[in-house]
């Protein structure tokens, strides 16, 4: 087996995937929050 050195595996990808799920919960949860307001403000 190969000798594993921690830290020295290129993650660049995974951060970026990771970044993006977080700014994309981020904005959804934004959204439906605004929603939720506008319903409870002019709501059905």
Do not use: N, Y
């Amino acid at each position: 087996m190969a000798e594993h050195k921690h830290g020295s595996m290129d993650i660049s990808v995974q951060e970026k995937t990771f970044d993006g799920f977080i700014t994309f919960t981020i904005r959804s949860l934004i959204a439906i929050f605004a929603i939720v307001v506008f319903l409870a403000i002019f709501g059905a």
